[in-house]
Every structure is written in structure tokens, then in C-alpha cells.
């Protein structure tokens, strides 16, 4: 996954998330899926995946995340328009007008600029906007694409019982039914020893998809507007076959977590991205009570050193 928050805020990544638990506190029950996000939050740090999915502790919208989520509906709404009406001019003309709708729908983002009185940093957050949205037509055509779905929310349940879902930005088909899946990602590509942890969201997608619909999508399709690149894969059943075995793992670990209350720091350089520092004890801080019931012959129970390890291959 991506090493920075850019472009990360989406519907499925924030900490309300598709992934089912519900608030923290005396109502929190155990996580019964696993989103793309999730499951990267728990590869990079478990105690991370506890105070998000399991505590629902708050967190601030940061801008370059709330940026990410302006740009994913600037490029969804302009699919609305006529093939031939599908220009970069009126793409960047749409960005005051989601940017007004994201305050309605997701307030909170209001306070990204209350010091900002005179509107200069907005300004300048919003031509960034803008610029990425204009990065996108040297990098795609939309007015050759007609997506067979935008914003997908997917789901499936896999033979074990887990549930994998998540929201795919664009699914295209071609007229002899070859699938590509496509993301947006606001930030920059991966150096090339990173592209495989870039690709694990797109394979979970595919997973899904398959599980779905029984068909391996042809191509995985990462646009990166930060820096102009574009990052394709195409899967094969032995792929997908393995993510399946990794995410099983995984989910084996989560659930162990989940009974056990075992959730370890992992820190690493992303730790200065992380909302909870207050929270962890890598920080000085102190986890809040854990809110969920531990059953005494699990409480010293450990998973052998698994939480540390897991990765996106
Ligand atoms: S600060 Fe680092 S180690 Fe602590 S919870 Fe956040 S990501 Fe994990």
C-alpha cells in the first residue's frame, strides 16, 4: 500500500469503514470483514487496526487525504457528462462544486481551513486539486471509457466464512467481457521494490471480483496523478489463489487479536502519519480499556509472533 496518507480518505480507508464493527465502548463487537485498508492496517501495525476498527478512535481529516477524496468525486461526477464533453477544463470546473458537497456531507473537513481566514491556503489546496484532476487526461482518455460501474462497493464471502469488501473507483469492460479494474491514487507511484505491496489492494479487488462473478479480471490498473504514472498487472488464478492464503492468515491473526486483546505496536516511519500517538504505548501513551470481552484462559495467550510479520506478499 502507499506509504504516505495522499489520496488515502476514501469512503473504504477512513476509520469508519466498511469494515463491521461499530463504535467503541461498551457496544463494540468483534470485526466480521476485511477491507483493503484494514487489512493494510494491520500488516503495518496491529495496534493501529485495534484503535481504528475496534476502539473507533476519531481522527483528524488531514488535507491531503481530504484532497484524495475531492479528486475521486471530481472523476467520478465527470463520467456524468457526455463522452465529447469529458475535457480537463470542465473536469477542474467541477472541483468548487464537489468541494462545497464534501462539506456538506463530511463537515468535519470544514476544520481543515478554520485558521484560514482569508482563504489563501484554500485557495491553493483546491489549484492542487485542480492540477491533479488536469494530470489525469495525460494519463487516460474518459471521453473514449464508458466504466461499466464507478464507486463499486463489492463484497463477498469466501468459502471460510470471511467477508472481504470494498469500494473499486472504476471497473471497465470491454465488449468481449475482459475486465479491468482501476484506481485512483492521488499520491506518487512506488519505487519498484514497493509496487507489490501497491498492487495487494488491486488484487484483493480482483479476489473479490472472481469470488463474485467467476471471472479473473484481465487487467489491475493504478493511475497515480502525483507523479503521472500509471501501474498495470494482470492477474492470473495462482495470484489471486495466494492473496486468498494471505488474507486467511491474516484474518486468523485478527480474530486471535481480537479474543486474546493481544494487539502489538509495530513502529515503524509511518508512526509519523498515525492520529494515535497519544494512544500507543511506543509513544509514552496508554490504550484506552480494552472494550471488548476476554476470556481469562485467552488473556495469556500469544500468536507466536505473527502480528509482526505479515506483509502484503
Ligand atoms: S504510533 Fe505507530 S506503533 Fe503506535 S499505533 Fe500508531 S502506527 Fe502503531
Redesign the pocket.
Known amino acids: 500500500m502507499e506509504t504516505s496518507t495522499e489520496g488515502t480518505a476514501r469512503p473504504d480507508s477512513s476509520a469508519v469503514t466498511a469494515d463491521t464493527a461499530v463504535a467503541g465502548g461498551p457496544s463494540a463487537v468483534p470485526p466480521a470483514s476485511l477491507s483493503p485498508s484494514r487489512a493494510s492496517d494491520f500488516m503495518?501495525?496491529p495496534?493501529?487496526y485495534r484503535?481504528r476498527v475496534i476502539d473507533r478512535l476519531p481522527e483528524k481529516p488531514s488535507e491531503a487525504a481530504t484532497r484524495g477524496t475531492l479528486v475521486h468525486a471530481v472523476l467520478e461526477r465527470l463520467f456524468d457528462a457526455p463522452a465529447a464533453e469529458r475535457t480537463a477544463p470542465r473536469a477542474k470546473a467541477l472541483v468548487p462544486g464537489q468541494w462545497d458537497r464534501l462539506r456538506e456531507t463530511r463537515p468535519e473537513v470544514v476544520e481543515l481551513f478554520a485558521d484560514d481566514p482569508e482563504g489563501e491556503r484554500l485557495a491553493r489546496w483546491l489549484a492542487e486539486a485542480e492540477a491533479l484532476v488536469e494530470r489525469w487526461f495525460a494519463l487516460e482518455d474518459p471521453s473514449r471509457l464508458e466504466p461499466a460501474e464507478r464507486e463499486l462497493f463489492v463484497e463477498a464471502e469466501l468459502e471460510s466464512g470471511l467477508r472481504l469488501r470494498g469500494i473499486i473507483d472504476r471497473v471497465d469492460v470491454a465488449p468481449t467481457g475482459e475486465v479491468r479494474i482501476v484506481d485512483y491514487k492521488t499520491g506518487k507511484a512506488p519505487r519498484p521494490e514497493y509496487a507489490e505491496g501497491a498492487l495487494f489492494q488491486m488484487k484483493f479487488y480482483a479476489l473479490v471480483v472472481w469470488r463474485l462473478k467467476q471471472v479473473v479480471p484481465r487487467r489491475l490498473q493504478l493511475v497515480y496523478l502525483g507523479s503521472g504514472d500509471v501501474l498495470t498487472y494482470d492477474p492470473v488464478v495462482a495470484d489471486l489463489e495466494r492473496v486468498e492464503r494471505k488474507l486467511l492468515a491474516l484474518w486468523d491473526a485478527i480474530r486471535l487479536a481480537t479474543e486474546t486483546g493481544d494487539w502489538r505496536?509495530?513502529?515503524?516511519k509511518?508512526?509519523g502519519w498515525?492520529d494515535?500517538?497519544a494512544h500507543?504505548p511506543?509513544?509514552g501513551g496508554t490504550p484506552p480499556p480494552y472494550p471488548l470481552p476476554v476470556p481469562p484462559s485467552r488473556a495469556a495467550e500469544s500468536d507466536g509472533g505473527r502480528q509482526g510479520r505479515m506483509g502484503p506478499d
Open positions: 503495518q501495525c495496534l493501529l484503535f505496536p509495530r513502529p515503524t509511518l508512526c498515525c494515535h500517538r500507543c511506543e509513544f
